[in-house]
T-cell receptor
Framework: KNEVEQSPQNLTAQEGEFITINCSYSVGISALHWLQQHPGGGIVSLFMLSSGKKKHGRLIATINIQEKHSSLHITASHPRDSAVYICAVFTGNQFYFGTGTSLTVIP | SQTIHQWPATLVQPVGSPLSLECTVEGTSNPNLYWYRQAAGRGLQLLFYSVGIGQISSEVPQNLSASRPQDRQFILSSKKLLLSDSGFYLC???????????FGPGTRLTVT
């Protein structure tokens, strides 16, 4: 069993749709990261969370520590949001990574 | 501002050949540094991290080694590459282990 599970694995949306990507984890964590990997391979850190909610532009990330669950929301999705979104957790000693959610936004 | 460089961008090497990938960070001092690998169709795997010069921690046993000869330089090496070493290698830095990480552009390694 993976320490970090993401769902869905693949997601196709129409431009403008509201998107939710989920991440569940089974270990105690110090922080949770959401990363975005573009088709060329480059990775950008979107959020680092240890509690509550963060918002940056059209992106919102939430975390529920008690339920060991985080969600990444994209409002008014755009084709440029097409990428792989990766959830990663840090326990204080180790990092664990989800296998990613591949998002395709169709114009 | 801080920038992170990795080279080369792509590399094709025969099995059994040595490897040296370099990562440098500008605009910061004493960063935490990380080497990741992403095998084809698989998730990210943390290979090494370093909190300071000469301080390297390995996350998984493998055919690779890492060194940090200078504060802002992180090198990934192998004496003899295996086919299974093929993948996308990413270097990253952060202020500490619980802050956001900033990734380099990556090196795509193909071992033939």
């Amino acid at each position: 069993k993976n320490e970090v599970e993401q769902s869905p694995q693949n997601l196709t949306a129409q431009e403008g749709e509201f998107i939710t990507i989920n991440c569940s984890y089974s270990v105690g964590i110090s922080a949770l990261h959401w990363l975005q990997q573009h088709p060329g391979g480059g990775i950008v850190s979107l959020f680092m969370l240890s509690s509550g909610k963060k918002k940056h532009g059209r992106l919102i990330a939430t975390i529920n520590i008690q339920e060991k669950h985080s969600s990444l929301h994209i409002t008014a999705s755009h084709p440029r949001d097409s990428a792989v979104y990766i959830c990663a957790v840090f326990t204080g000693n180790q990092f664990y990574f989800g296998t990613g959610t591949s998002l395709t936004v169709i114009p | 501002s801080q920038t992170i460089h990795q080279w080369p961008a792509t590399l094709v090497q025969p099995v059994g050949s040595p490897l040296s990938l370099e990562c440098t960070v500008e605009g910061t001092s004493n960063p935490n540094l990380y080497w990741y690998r992403q095998a084809a169709g698989r998730g990210l795997q943390l290979l090494f991290y370093s909190v300071g010069i000469g301080q390297i921690s390995s996350e998984v046993p493998q055919n690779l080694s890492a060194s940090r000869p200078q504060d802002r330089q992180f090198i990934l090496s192998s004496k003899k590459l295996l086919l299974s070493d093929s993948g996308f290698y990413l270097c990253a830095w952060s202020w500490d282990r619980v802050t956001e990480q900033y990734f380099g552009p990556g090196t795509r390694l193909t071992v033939t």
